[in-house]
């Protein structure tokens, strides 16, 4: 009897991220949240480049060798499917420049004559 080859990591990665974005594209569908006209675009660029190329971006410095999607390109599709399924948090505004860590702004020296 013949062992079982593994299976290629490079064909699972394929897969999983075509899995992804049909996934991102049908929850949003049945919710019923219209995509913007970018990320519709960016669902069908990326699935079509996995399709023809086995990956969706051509620097190696971008992402895992045996990755499909570009790092970046993963946190796109996550934060699409977020959209989707109603997860989307308001963008937080930070607090800006600040100095950290002084609680207290020194005060100018005064002299107590």
């Known amino acids: 009897m013949r ?3 593994p299976p290629d990591p490079r064909v ?3 897969k999983a991220a ?3 974005l049909k996934r991102a594209r049908r929850t949003a569908d049945k919710a019923g949240i219209e995509l913007s006209e970018w ?3 960016f669902l069908g660029s990326v699935a079509q480049r996995i399709e023809t190329y086995g990956r969706a971006f051509g620097d190696p410095e971008k992402g895992g060798a045996g990755q499909a999607m570009s790092v970046n390109q993963t946190i796109k599709l ?3 499917a977020a959209k989707a399924k109603g ?4 963008m937080s505004r930070g607090k800006g420049f600040g100095r950290r860590g002084r609680a207290v702004e020194p005060e100018a020296a005064e002299d107590d004559d």
């Open 12 to 14: 699972q990665a394929r």
């Open 3 to 5: 062992a079982k080859k």
């Open 78 to 80: 996550k934060e699409i």
């Open 39 to 41: 990320e519709g675009e």
């Open 87 to 90: 997860e989307r948090k308001p």
């Open 18 to 20: 075509l899995n992804a």
